[in-house]
């Protein structure tokens, strides 16, 4: 998902297609892609280290295509950076934001949950 160009509407132009509203609809964007449990459990996987195509998979259980076509949405997204190393393809969170958001979400949605969220039982 590269940004290609802002219009003078605060429209941007997407992978081809034209988003109004800039910056808000490019984060409504990258929210719907954390939608998805796999993407969000991937993302998760992946903070503070990076990993594998083949470890995400077996971690996940998962077959590595299904795991590769995640990825390649969250790449597209700029939620995950790869590298290849030989053969193997590595990711890792593009930012610390990225791990920012999936941890702020995480810990939200604990505290709807529990009396006492386990992220918060683990600091006593």
Do not use: C
């Not at 998902?1 to 941007?12: D, Y």
């Not at 998805?36 to 998979?57: C, K, N, Y």
Request: hydrophobic letters at 45%.
């Amino acid at each position: 998902m590269n940004v290609i160009e802002w219009g003078s509407l605060g429209q941007v132009l997407v992978a081809g297609l034209i988003v109004g509203g800039g910056i808000p609809a490019l984060f409504a964007l990258g929210l719907r892609l954390l939608a998805d449990r796999t993407r969000l459990a991937v993302l998760q996987m992946l903070t503070g280290t990076e990993m594998s195509v083949t470890a995400i998979a077996e971690a996940l259980d998962r077959p590595v295509p299904a795991v590769s076509q995640h990825l390649a949405k969250l790449r597209a997204g700029h939620l995950v950076t790869s590298r290849r190393e030989g053969t193997s393809v590595y990711y890792a969170q593009a930012t610390e934001h990225v791990g920012a958001l999936v941890t702020n979400g995480l810990h939200h949605t604990e505290h709807t949950l529990y009396p006492l969220p386990p992220h918060h039982a683990l600091e006593e």
